[in-house]
């Protein structure tokens, strides 16, 4: 009994070394190895989503782009396997709500909807800004590079970057298409050629009026600006006022020009609503501002001139078209927040080539290049339009506004010059003034 166990054992080990040399040489040597089993520990979904389970706060602005990316965040959702809260507020509640929450130190939220022109240099000098410098230069595939230069410009502070462009815009010439053809008028490519076209066109007798802008005291700098630009001029330079040069005091002059000679009554009053609603009721020839407002020009519920909307380059001045070319919105990340690489993986994404596509698609003008030449990037928008931002991307001036801490006591001033001149004041005395108070408040930031 004892000899026949012993053989049976030793038939079934040969066995086993035969179908395993039978194994390894296969047919042919060509038999695959077994898979390994991952590693005693080893999360396989955690390794694919290193952020499975975390939770991101959000907040975002009542704004079409933050619509966008609401509705885009399921995708955002199934690719990471984090949670993300979203709170939207009002433009001045969600700045209010910011400097209340990163004044007490809070971690929350992550990432939010700033506005760069406004907030990103106050932001970053309390130290509420986390720098995305690293983030966004080490990952080759995000490509910073595609970004237009001029918006990576308004999102830089002290040389570091302060957020993520998702909005840009930039200024340029609204003109009626029928009246330019009828009174046989090419389309203004100069600043005198601007004025002659507005004047042959006014009628004031008939409420048609040759040239309609901003010409309340805060709201027209960031259109002034512009036309400083153009004539060589900005609001300072190496931290000392520039108002008051030759040159400013030029591009205010020219602006002043347009709405005091060809401009409606009660232009003292008017923001943009009030502005472009002069030109969408028919009664402009000519409506200088930003290219983010163009849909109110041609809503047929609210415009009379919906089909006969011209879009233009900003006119040249004697240093050529230098128009604002700005990011209005970005995203940052709180400095305090409590996992800065899962809220720059947010960042990422919504900033993508891919959803920056699909925002764009939803009629958000967008800061990288890439999409902007393809053909799906501008479906969204008017055909000259789009031609013209296209082209308005390359080039610019990185700001809008005098980049100060304090924009709102900024603006006063120097908006009090254009304002001084439309009632009849003398513009380099008014000039002069506002570029000392301008400087005392550049000198009280800097602790003069």
């Given at each position: 009994?004892?000899?026949?166990?012993?053989?049976?054992?030793?038939?079934?080990?040969?066995?086993?070394?035969?179908?395993?040399?039978?194994?390894?040489?296969?047919?042919?040597?060509?038999?695959?190895?077994k898979a390994q089993e991952p590693a005693k520990g080893t999360d396989t979904k955690a390794a694919a989503k290193p952020f499975?389970?975390?939770?991101?706060?959000?907040?975002?602005?009542?704004?079409?782009?933050?619509?966008?990316?609401?509705?885009?965040?399921?995708?955002?959702?199934?690719?990471?396997?984090?949670?993300?809260?979203?709170?939207?507020?009002?433009?001045?509640?969600?700045?209010?709500?910011?400097?209340?929450?990163?004044?007490?130190?809070?971690?929350?939220?992550?990432?939010?909807?700033?506005?760069?022109?406004?907030?990103?240099?106050?932001?970053?000098?309390?130290?509420?800004?986390?720098?995305?410098?690293?983030?966004?230069?080490?990952?080759?595939?995000?490509?910073?590079?595609?970004?237009?230069?001029?918006?990576?410009?308004?999102?830089?502070?002290?040389?570091?970057?302060?957020?993520?462009?998702?909005?840009?815009?930039?200024?340029?010439?609204?003109?009626?298409?029928?009246?330019?053809?009828?009174?046989?008028?090419?389309?203004?490519?100069?600043?005198?050629?601007?004025?002659?076209?507005?004047?042959?066109?006014?009628?004031?007798?008939?409420?048609?009026?040759?040239?309609?802008?901003?010409?309340?005291?805060?709201?027209?700098?960031?259109?002034?600006?512009?036309?400083?630009?153009?004539?060589?001029?900005?609001?300072?330079?190496?931290?000392?006022?520039?108002?008051?040069?030759?040159?400013?005091?030029?591009?205010?002059?020219?602006?002043?020009?347009?709405?005091?000679?060809?401009?409606?009554?009660?232009?003292?009053?008017?923001?943009?609503?009030?502005?472009?609603?002069?030109?969408?009721?028919?009664?402009?020839?000519?409506?200088?501002?930003?290219?983010?407002?163009?849909?109110?020009?041609?809503?047929?519920?609210?415009?009379?001139?919906?089909?006969?909307?011209?879009?233009?380059?900003?006119?040249?001045?004697?240093?050529?078209?230098?128009?604002?070319?700005?990011?209005?919105?970005?995203?940052?990340?709180?400095?305090?927040?409590?996992?800065?690489?899962?809220?720059?993986?947010?960042?990422?994404?919504?900033?993508?080539?891919?959803?920056?596509?699909?925002?764009?698609?939803?009629?958000?003008?967008?800061?990288?290049?890439?999409?902007?030449?393809?053909?799906?990037?501008?479906?969204?928008?008017?055909?000259?339009?789009?031609?013209?931002?296209?082209?308005?991307?390359?080039?610019?001036?990185?700001?809008?506004?005098?980049?100060?801490?304090?924009?709102?006591?900024?603006?006063?001033?120097?908006?009090?010059?254009?304002?001084?001149?439309?009632?009849?004041?003398?513009?380099?005395?008014?000039?002069?003034?506002?570029?000392?108070?301008?400087?005392?408040?550049?000198?009280?930031?800097?602790?003069?």
């Amino acid at each position: 009994m004892k000899n026949r166990l012993n053989r049976v054992l030793s038939i079934g080990l040969v066995a086993s070394m035969s179908m395993g040399l039978l194994a390894a040489c296969g047919s042919g040597g060509n038999a695959q190895p077994k898979a390994q089993e991952p590693a005693k520990g080893t999360d396989t979904k955690a390794a694919a989503k290193p952020f499975e389970g975390k939770k991101l706060t959000i907040v975002l602005a009542n704004h079409p782009w933050g619509d966008a990316i609401k509705a885009l965040l399921p995708q955002f959702e199934e690719k990471t396997g984090m949670k993300v809260d979203v709170q939207s507020f009002f433009e001045d509640q969600l700045s209010q709500k910011l400097t209340v929450q990163f004044t007490a130190g809070s971690a929350t939220p992550d990432v939010f909807m700033y506005r760069p022109l406004q907030e990103a240099k106050l932001y970053y000098k309390n130290g509420w800004i986390a720098p995305l410098d690293e983030y966004a230069k080490k990952d080759a595939d995000y490509d910073l590079a595609d970004y237009s230069k001029a918006s990576i410009s308004t999102v830089t502070v002290d040389g570091k970057l302060s957020g993520i462009p998702t909005i840009t815009e930039q200024h340029i010439l609204y003109y009626r298409k029928d009246l330019l053809e009828k009174a046989g008028i090419p389309v203004p490519k100069t600043m005198d050629e601007l004025e002659a076209a507005a004047k042959k066109l006014n009628d004031p007798k008939n409420e048609m009026y040759g040239f309609v802008a901003r010409g309340q005291r805060s709201a027209l700098v960031t259109q002034v600006g512009s036309f400083m630009y153009s004539e060589g001029a900005d609001f300072m330079k190496d931290g000392k006022a520039t108002i008051n040069t030759p040159e400013a005091i030029k591009g205010m002059t020219i602006y002043t020009n347009l709405l005091k000679n060809y401009g409606p009554p009660g232009v003292l009053n008017m923001s943009w609503p009030q502005a472009i609603g002069v030109f969408a009721q028919g009664k402009a020839a000519f409506f200088a501002d930003a290219n983010s407002i163009y849909k109110n020009a041609i809503d047929p519920e609210k415009s009379k001139v919906a089909d006969k909307v011209g879009y233009a380059q900003f006119p040249a001045g004697s240093k050529g078209s230098q128009p604002y070319n700005v990011t209005s919105w970005g995203l940052a990340m709180n400095s305090k927040a409590a996992n800065k690489d899962a809220a720059w993986e947010f960042i990422k994404w919504a900033t993508s080539k891919e959803i920056t596509l699909q925002t764009q698609n939803k009629g958000n003008p967008g800061a990288r290049l890439s999409v902007w030449d393809k053909p799906e990037g501008i479906a969204a928008f008017p055909k000259e339009w789009a031609a013209v931002a296209k082209e308005e991307q390359k080039g610019g001036v990185d700001h809008s506004l005098p980049p100060v801490n304090n924009v709102g006591e900024a603006r006063d001033i120097i908006g009090a010059v254009v304002q001084k001149a439309l009632t009849g004041e003398d513009i380099k005395a008014a000039a002069d003034q506002a570029n000392k108070d301008f400087q005392a408040l550049i000198d009280k930031e800097n602790g003069k």
